[in-house]
């Protein structure tokens, strides 16, 4: 019996003090999984990779005693090799927190890796609502935006300026799939119709045949569903085909600042869009485009996926924090960042749902004329914010499994 | 129906720049036994070569569609000089090695100074605008298109299989030393080839610049459709090469109408089909 206490105080005592040495650990190793070299580089890309660099700078973390590791990785669109090297990076290189992870087909897959070992995955750059929805797991934080809140956003304001008959052109991936699908509720919803969908392989370089069909369908508006370069030469060969002349309208589901700076004013102008941030909304988001941009290679002011992960990390930096120390435990990180209300100088104030929305307010903007526009990247002019709780999906109609509890 | 000969039409236009870009890569095949996979690298330069003359010297399209060709095909000629030649009589393998390698490093440079999504590159003010043909709206410059590749092709075609100059050359693959016994200079002919073949991709470069943005990867990623064009006309036959380029722009623009999901895979299929039943491609001979 005497041996059995003595036993149990030491066990007791063993594991306070390794209980306590956890709690003091001060590193973090911080992994930017992107696509570096792919039709999204511009959006995330090195750009995401600096984003992070200068979070982990203006944290103050390493005045406080921590030390924060930054790598990267190229990710080439291949949900394969994004998951080889997730599993590389939590497995050997002890990576705490992968960040952007653009690519909703990566980002599902990935989201399975950082589930089963439990590490953290901040997810600024992929689109699919699902990764929130019935994908949801206790150690994903999606970040930026969905394809939720952008077919709310910008199909909502479509339907209601008449445009309710629509014909999409898709990207054949999990990303083009769930805009479509989301947007297509949100226009039926509004008393809308869809007329048919063509869709194409991601990459594609050619849309003339796609926008034949769009064109011979007669639908009032034409739905981009997808992103990146595919995006911008839609947008540039519907001009050729006489498209917008003919009284169509295309609708940018999801169009970023590196893309209309890629297409130039004459051809962007007057597109609708929606994101949660562009770097001319206050005094705040222009200092810190200001020191993006001069540190950016291509002198790229920074696009929405940039600076979610910019003010993602912060974020998990301030539940690190609130923890003590790291506890390498992805599951008790992510639930600390919950309980945290977000504020920060890009996205400003906003909760974390329990399924691991991010909530915050979005914008839906309109590309200026290149007569209204003072300078390379003044693009958009703002004209309408949703506020976060209604721009995303509400928690009742979530398929979140872990609501469920 | 309408809708089928309107897809045959754009068809004709991706077939274009499918011939024009297989041309070029079996003129060099043919003649310097080289697989040129730098193919796609110089017809990106091609179209930023027509960027930069636009935005830094205010020379338009015109002029670029005849100096791209050149800048870019003395960039060629240089390449040849000095790394391409040394692998004469080696296997093709070193040739398609080095060429991939200077591929991917021009793209890493292009795309490090200008990103991925690519820059603008407006349709000339001359070629602006539409007919509509009924079944059609047919922009004007997808028109141009079609009939200037139709002409090169053509000419490029004539001169190396109908003029005293393109038997020198066809000579001086089969025999160069009989050839150089005869007075001609092989090695610079050989120089001049791959030269026009880069060209040739330049060219192709600048007619797509309107259409497609200027980008880094434009090329990389109709490289590999151009190579199964290439397989399956046969390796080195010009007539071939040009054939197969219009034909799978078509057949691909048929699968976009019928089957949208499978028209980047149709091509590859094919290319297995006829390597199956004709090895040597349908218009190549055996070697």
């Not at chain 2, 139709?150 to 020198?168: D, F, M, N, S």
Request: net charge neutral; proline share 3%.
């Amino acid at each position: 019996m005497k041996h059995c206490i003595s036993a149990l105080f030491l066990g007791t005592a063993m594991a306070f003090a390794a209980g306590s040495a956890l709690a003091q650990d001060k590193t973090v190793k911080v992994g930017v999984l992107t696509d570096n070299s792919g039709l999204y580089s511009d959006l995330g890309g090195a750009g995401s990779t600096l984003a992070a660099q200068m979070a982990i700078e203006d944290s103050g973390m390493a005045a406080k005693g921590w030390k924060i590791d930054l790598i990267s990785a190229d990710h080439q669109n291949k949900p394969d090799i994004a998951t080889t090297i997730a599993r590389q990076w939590i497995d050997v290189e002890k990576v705490d927190v992968l960040m952007d992870v653009l690519n909703s087909g990566v980002a599902l897959a990935v989201n399975n890796v950082v589930k089963e070992k439990n590490s953290v995955m901040i997810n600024s750059g992929a689109a699919s609502s699902d990764l929130t929805n019935a994908q949801c797991t206790p150690n994903t934080v999606h970040w930026t935006y969905d394809t939720y809140m952008l077919a709310h956003s910008t199909g909502a304001a479509l339907v209601k300026a008449g445009g309710d008959t629509w014909y999409f052109i898709t990207a054949d991936y999990a990303f083009g799939a769930a805009l479509e699908r989301d947007t297509t509720a949100v226009v039926l919803a509004s008393g809308g119709k869809v007329i048919g969908s063509v869709k194409h392989p991601l990459n594609s370089s050619d849309f003339s045949s796609f926008l034949l069909q769009a064109q011979a369908s007669k639908a009032k508006i034409i739905g981009m569903a997808n992103a990146g370069g595919d995006t911008t030469n839609t947008i540039k060969q519907a001009a050729e085909f006489g498209i917008v002349a003919g009284g169509q309208k295309l609708a940018g589901l999801l169009l970023f600042i590196s893309d209309v700076h890629s297409l130039g004013l004459n051809v962007a102008q007057g597109l609708n869009l929606s994101a949660t941030f562009y770097w001319d909304m206050n005094d705040q988001t222009r200092a810190f485009s200001k020191r993006f941009s001069d540190r950016m290679k291509t002198k790229a002011m920074p696009t929405m996926v940039q600076a979610g992960v910019y003010s993602g990390l912060l974020h998990y930096f301030k539940a690190l924090e609130a923890l003590g120390g790291n506890p390498h435990d992805g599951a008790k990180e992510v639930a600390k960042m919950k309980e945290i209300p977000t504020d920060d100088t890009l996205f400003g104030k906003g909760i974390i749902q329990p399924n691991g929305r991010a909530l915050h307010p979005a914008y839906l903007f309109e590309v200026k004329k290149p007569a209204e526009s003072k300078g390379p990247w003044d693009y958009y002019k703002l004209i309408g914010t949703t506020p976060g709780d209604q721009a995303f999906r509400p928690l009742s109609e979530s398929a979140c499994p872990l609501l469920k509890k | 129906m309408q809708a089928l000969y309107a897809q045959l039409l754009v068809g004709l236009i991706n077939g274009s720049f499918y011939a024009l870009l297989s041309l070029g890569l079996a003129v060099i095949f043919g003649m310097l036994n080289i697989i040129n996979f730098a193919h796609g690298a110089v017809y990106m330069m091609g179209a930023f070569v027509a960027y930069f003359l636009l935005n830094l010297t205010g020379l338009g399209y015109w002029w670029a569609l005849l100096i791209a060709p050149i800048v870019v095909g003395i960039f060629g000629m240089i390449l040849e000089r000095t790394m391409l030649q040394w692998l004469t009589g080696l296997d093709h393998l070193y040739g398609l090695l080095l060429t991939f390698g200077m591929a991917l490093i021009i793209q890493g440079v292009f795309q490090n100074y200008f990103g991925s999504s690519g820059l603008p590159y407006a349709i000339p003010d001359e070629l602006k605008g539409g007919m509509n043909l009924g079944f059609m709206f047919l922009p004007i410059y997808r028109g141009w298109v079609v009939i200037f590749s139709l002409i090169v092709c053509i000419a490029t075609w004539y001169l190396i299989e109908r003029t005293r100059l393109g038997a020198y050359l066809r000579a001086a693959t089969e025999n160069p030393t009989l050839v150089r016994a005869f007075g001609v200079n092989v090695p610079r002919m050989i120089t001049l080839t791959y030269g026009l073949g880069v060209g040739l991709a330049a060219l192709a470069g600048v007619l797509s610049a309107p259409i497609n943005q200027v980008r880094p990867l434009m090329g990389a990623d109709l490289i590999i459709v151009v190579f199964a064009v290439v397989v399956i006309g046969g390796m080195g036959s010009i007539m071939g090469s040009i054939i197969t380029g219009f034909a799978l722009g078509v057949i691909e623009g048929l699968t976009k109408y019928f089957y949208p999901e499978a028209s980047n895979t149709v091509v590859f299929v094919l290319m297995v089909l006829v390597l199956l039943v004709k090895p040597t491609g349908l218009t190549g001979r055996a070697a």
